[in-house]
């Protein structure tokens, strides 16, 4: 679980909630469907306007890397590129074949068998790096998802707002039912900037950071399977890699020092 996503929305959530309270409030003033159908059914309306449905779900599916970390460590996998490195020296490159049927990242399992093939070194990376491009433009709309409905759900909660003020204008003859409603009114604008701020924006953020860090291993796989292919000595490739994380340097250097 990621503790600084789960935490953030806790704090924020309860933050707001709490100063509420303090102030007089009641948690049950923000609860207003009316309001809600308005914002959060515009907002769906006017993402799908803008995105392909297939984007729409690929960033639905992708939500769930906000709150949980499911990328590998890049120190294991320092480890297992250095242990095909160790066997390529000692029995050939061709001796991995074996074990590239056995790897589960595609992108790793593709690069390296390209390598047990013979391909040439500068093929694999035209190659791979064209599929990394590929990836990278695919992936890109996912953020752009939530960053629209970021930019939509403030300004559909001010719509909603003044709707509600519409419904308040006739009214006015009596001034209770209209302080009433101009404060259920305005709750439509609280859901459009709350959920902009505090979750539609920050979860884009997020989902940039993870996809980065994907993209990142992935650039260190095609360069550790290039680097075996080319004969590089494995001590050379685990330190070679290792400048691609901080961690993972950090651990390479204190293997380093006696």
């Given at each position: 679980?990621?503790?600084?996503?789960?935490?953030?929305?806790?704090?924020?959530?309860?933050?707001?909630?709490?100063?509420?309270?303090?102030e007089?409030?009641?948690?049950?003033?923000?609860?207003?469907p009316t309001?809600?159908?308005?914002?959060?059914?515009?907002?769906?309306?006017?993402?799908?306007l803008?995105?392909?449905?297939?984007?729409?779900?690929a960033?639905v599916?992708?939500?769930?890397?906000?709150?949980?970390?499911?990328?590998?460590?890049?120190?294991?996998?320092?480890?297992e590129?250095t242990?095909?490195?160790?066997?390529?020296?000692?029995?050939?490159i061709?001796?991995?074949?074996?074990?590239?049927?056995?790897?589960?990242?595609?992108?790793?399992?593709?690069?390296?068998?390209l390598?047990?093939?013979?391909?040439?070194?500068?093929?694999?990376?035209?190659?791979?790096?064209?599929?990394?491009?590929?990836?990278?433009?695919?992936?890109?709309?996912?953020?752009?998802?939530f960053?629209?409905?970021?930019?939509?759900?403030?300004?559909?909660?001010?719509?909603?707002?003044?709707?509600?003020?519409?419904?308040?204008?006739?009214?006015?003859?009596?001034?209770?039912?209209?302080?009433?409603?101009?404060?259920?009114?305005?709750?439509?604008?609280?859901?459009?900037?709350g959920?902009?701020?505090?979750?539609?924006?920050?979860?884009?953020?997020?989902?940039?950071?993870r996809?980065?860090?994907?993209?990142?291993?992935?650039?260190?796989?095609?360069?550790?399977?290039?680097?075996?292919?080319?004969?590089?000595?494995?001590?050379?490739?685990?330190?070679?890699?290792?400048?691609?994380?901080?961690?993972?340097?950090e651990?390479?250097?204190?293997?380093?020092?006696?």
């Amino acid at each position: 679980m990621d503790k600084s996503s789960l935490a953030g929305i806790g704090i924020a959530v309860g933050g707001i909630l709490f100063g509420l309270i303090l102030e007089g409030g009641k948690i049950t003033q923000l609860v207003q469907p009316t309001a809600a159908m308005i914002v959060f059914g515009g907002t769906l309306g006017a993402v799908m306007l803008q995105f392909p449905l297939r984007v729409i779900l690929a960033a639905v599916r992708r939500l769930g890397q906000v709150f949980v970390d499911n990328s590998r460590s890049p120190v294991d996998l320092i480890a297992e590129i250095t242990s095909y490195a160790h066997k390529a020296r000692k029995e050939g490159i061709v001796s991995l074949d074996k074990d590239a049927e056995h790897i589960h990242d595609p992108f790793l399992r593709k690069a390296l068998m390209l390598a047990v093939d013979g391909t040439e070194p500068q093929e694999i990376r035209s190659m791979m790096e064209l599929e990394l491009d590929n990836q990278a433009e695919h992936h890109e709309n996912i953020p752009r998802v939530f960053e629209a409905a970021g930019g939509f759900s403030p300004t559909i909660g001010i719509i909603g707002a003044v709707l509600g003020l519409i419904q308040v204008m006739q009214h006015l003859d009596d001034i209770s039912e209209v302080g009433r409603g101009i404060a259920v009114a305005f709750v439509a604008t609280i859901y459009g900037v709350g959920a902009a701020n505090l979750f539609f924006l920050p979860v884009a953020g997020k989902i940039k950071l993870r996809m980065r860090q994907e993209q990142t291993l992935r650039e260190m796989m095609l360069e550790g399977v290039i680097s075996i292919l080319e004969g590089m000595n494995p001590r050379m490739i685990e330190t070679k890699l290792a400048g691609f994380f901080a961690e993972a340097h950090e651990n390479a250097n204190k293997r380093a020092t006696p």
